[in-house]
């Protein structure tokens, strides 16, 4: 029989994949091309060229032993050093290879974060909306979710509430800019109150209150907004990043985390964050995914096809009459619910439209629209969002 925690995991399962496969049935019943599937955070832009171009190379003229040999559990020294360097360059800071460990992802890099600070019973603050599979990471190290409640119509972080959760027993807060599923991008003014409130928190307890930016759509920004880098704001800050989205990777499963020299304790933190990639089973972030980041650090991906599908998208919707807030990054729309979400998703679905609802990100009453497709599918999409406009909004 398996644990009783994991049970739990099982049965609650995660709505995202549940949909992603219900598309995939879908499309076996009425064609690939008459279903919506809006589902995943997958993205529809392909990898630069240099990254096919840089693993053949990588195949072809690295030693293979070296190549595929274990190596340091922070990863190879040149490709951390290469990606401080990126951070210094771009962001005043002044990161060393010692301050990187490349991590399996950025999902592999939190959970790393919190095996390396978590004692059970810790707890740990999320605001919402927020990325459910906090939830499994945060109880995964026998620690406590703490969730502040959402903050609409900005999704800004709520300074005032979060500074009423904080207790005895608060261990991190984690910041997710460009958020998944708002698209809220946290600004200077909210990370500079959110600073000064855990310096003295921090203070008031004897001991740092780390902070854990999740940053993987960091590069997907739009209208000329600025994604603020969250360390400059707060010493005793974990970054964790993920080349997911900005080299279009997810399942290369390739990242890292960045802690500064000035984060309290900061040498014992990196050794544990070292140690806590080998006894979760990573042992080491994938190796050649690691030189294919050393030598495409500089790459780009084309964020405008994201920024024409967030246009067309946002335009049609609210003008079919639906509410939601124009995201400023990453690649989601999250969109009131006219109705109740359980049935304004089972409404949606009549109509060939799969979408997660908010209730997975701990804001019920909202879906989350990932337009991270093709443009075209948008288009053949949308007759099918006027109609469930028409079918809900008249319901109210």
Do not use: W
Not at 288 to 294: A, D, N
Not at 359 to 385: H, Q
Request: glycine share 8%; aromatic share 10%; net charge negative.
């Amino acid at each position: 029989m398996i644990s009783r925690k994991m049970d739990g995991i099982v049965r609650s399962g995660s709505a995202i994949r549940a949909m992603f496969e219900e598309g995939k049935r879908l499309a076996q019943i009425y064609g690939k091309e008459n279903v919506f599937d809006f589902s995943l955070g997958n993205p529809s832009v392909p990898a630069p060229s240099k990254v096919n171009e840089a693993i053949k190379s990588i195949v072809d003229s690295v030693d293979a032993m070296t190549l595929h040999g274990y190596m340091t559990n922070s990863g190879y020294e040149s490709v951390r050093q290469t990606v401080a360097n990126n951070l210094n360059r771009r962001f005043n800071t002044d990161y060393s290879a010692r301050n990187i460990v490349m991590t399996v992802g950025a999902a592999g890099g939190l959970n790393v974060a919190l095996k390396a600070i978590v004692d059970p019973g810790d707890e740990i603050i999320v605001f919402a909306p927020y990325f459910g599979e906090y939830d499994n990471y945060i109880s995964n190290v026998d620690g406590k979710a703490v969730v502040i409640p959402p903050n609409p119509p900005s999704f800004q972080p709520n300074i005032d509430a979060l500074e009423k959760a904080v207790g005895v027993r608060t261990k991190a807060v984690i910041v997710n800019s460009p958020n998944n599923p708002t698209g809220a991008v946290y600004g200077a003014e909210t990370l500079k109150s959110l600073g000064d409130l855990l310096r003295r928190k921090s203070k008031e307890k004897g001991e740092a209150i780390y902070l854990i930016s999740d940053e993987p759509y960091r590069e997907i920004i739009y209208d000329g907004n600025k994604c603020e880098y969250v360390a400059d704001y707060y010493d005793d800050t974990i970054v964790g990043y993920s080349y997911s989205k900005s080299l279009s990777l997810p399942g290369e499963r390739i990242g890292y985390l960045a802690i500064s020299d000035k984060a309290e304790d900061s040498e014992n933190l990196l050794s544990a964050c070292n140690v806590a990639t080998r006894i979760l089973g990573f042992v080491n972030a994938p190796s050649l995914q690691q030189l294919v980041v050393e030598r495409c650090i500089d790459e780009k991906t084309d964020v405008s096809a994201y920024d024409k599908n967030r246009r067309l998208l946002y335009s049609a919707l609210t003008q079919y009459g639906f509410e939601c807030v124009k995201p400023q990054g990453a690649f989601y729309l999250f969109v009131k619910c006219p109705i109740e979400e359980s049935v304004f998703i089972a409404k949606a679905k009549e109509y060939n439209l799969l979408l997660v609802g908010g209730k997975s990100f701990a804001c019920e009453g909202y879906v989350r629209i990932a337009y991270c497709v093709d443009y075209d599918m948008i288009e053949r999409a949308l007759p099918a969002f006027k109609k469930l406009a028409e079918a809900t909004i008249g319901n109210r």
